[in-house]
């Protein structure tokens, strides 16, 4: 249907446009056409009649439907023109636009101080073995996890045999050792993950400023999610601080609980020594 319509509308169109002709036309062929006889004179009257009935049809209906058209059609355009100004003028200024990206692109360089700033050298060892500790815990790759640990015990020795070692020292010994070992790891994820978000935030900024108004929103939505990751990544940083934290208590509640039974066991061998 909308074929035979803009069909139709051609075609009455071109008739419009071409009236003056069609008027000429037909007159030419009523003159030359075969006529009914009546005494070899022609009916002009008729003629002339039938000429006016056409031309008032294509004036009158004709002319008139492609007027409402065309009226129809300005009112949209009118519309759109409308539409299209509040988008440009009201909700996405160029100029505020501008201004958006000239942010973001200030910010770009605030980021680029903060990457400079975390990653900065500050490996102090000088000794072999605390060299390559430093430099496995400073590395930020996750990838180093796993050497943690030879290099831990060569730096801070493995735990003592039972014979050197009563099982209560040991076991402190053991803990202690595995909570610096696992917040070490912990801190060489983390890094490694700040890392990444990082580049992440640096691809987001880059993004924001060139994309289109309608495009903005979804990288901010990317943004709001690699937020949510940043704030979980903090929290799990602070809950390994707590955990050093409590294996440091619990450290110094041990060693009063050593001097304490160390007490006990001297005052016995004392009074011991005196009845003997």
């Known amino acids: 249907m909308p074929g035979t319509f803009r069909a139709v509308k051609g075609i009455v169109s071109w008739i419009w446009m071409q009236r003056t002709k069609v008027l000429v036309l037909i007159l030419v062929m009523t003159l030359v056409a075969p006529q009914p006889a009546k005494g070899q004179l022609i009916d002009v009257a008729a003629i002339v009649a039938a000429l006016g009935a056409i031309n008032t049809a294509i004036t009158n209906v004709i002319g008139a439907g ?6 129809g059609l300005n009112a949209v355009n009118g519309v759109l023109n409308a539409i299209q100004s509040f988008f440009q003028n009201t909700v996405y200024p160029p100029a505020a636009i ?6 973001v692109g200030a910010v770009q360089g605030f980021y680029n101080i903060i990457r400079g700033l975390a990653n900065l050298n500050v490996a102090s ?5 605390p060299r390559q500790l430093e430099a496995v815990l400073l590395s930020r790759n996750a990838g180093n996890i796993g050497q943690v640990t030879n290099r831990f015990t060569t730096v801070y020795q493995a735990i003592p045999p039972p014979t050197d070692a009563p099982p209560a020292v040991r076991d402190l010994i053991d803990m202690t050792d595995a909570t610096a070992q696992a917040a070490f790891k912990r801190a060489i994820a983390i890094d490694d993950a700040a890392d990444q978000l990082m580049d992440a935030a640096d691809q987001l900024a880059a993004e924001l400023a060139v994309a289109a108004p309608g495009t903005a929103p979804m990288i901010e939505a ?5 937020l949510v990751k940043a704030h979980a990544l903090t929290q799990s940083a602070t809950a390994e601080l707590f955990r050093i934290r409590a294996i440091d208590m619990a450290n110094t509640g041990a060693s009063l609980k050593f001097n304490a039974n160390h007490a006990s066991d001297t005052r016995r061998d004392v009074t011991n020594m005196f009845k003997k």
């Open 125 to 129: 060892a000088t000794l072999a073995n």
């Open 66 to 71: 492609l007027r409402d058209i065309s009226g």
């Open 222 to 226: 990317q943004s709001a999610a690699m």
């Open 98 to 103: 501008n201004r958006a990206r000239g942010v």
